[in-house]
């Protein structure tokens, strides 16, 4: 029947290790994500910086 209860949830420690599991696996995918993106960012950076002093060299001293 929809909607109605038929007991008390049973606690299982196997699914509840497994989820934490899982939890764990896709919070340290999505942070790997995030460094790799702001890593490629940050050498994009550094690469236009070197290609502008290339083209614009110090003066002589």
């Given at each position: 029947m929809l909607g109605t209860s038929s007991g008390a949830l049973q606690f299982d420690p196997e699914i509840e290790k497994?989820?934490?599991?899982?939890?764990k696996a896709v919070r340290i995918a999505k942070e790997a994500a995030r460094l790799a993106e702001l890593e490629q960012l940050t050498s994009e950076d550094e690469f236009e910086e070197m290609a502008e002093n290339v083209q614009h060299p110090p003066p002589p001293p």
């Amino acid at each position: 029947m929809l909607g109605t209860s038929s007991g008390a949830l049973q606690f299982d420690p196997e699914i509840e290790k497994t989820a934490r599991a899982i939890r764990k696996a896709v919070r340290i995918a999505k942070e790997a994500a995030r460094l790799a993106e702001l890593e490629q960012l940050t050498s994009e950076d550094e690469f236009e910086e070197m290609a502008e002093n290339v083209q614009h060299p110090p003066p002589p001293p």
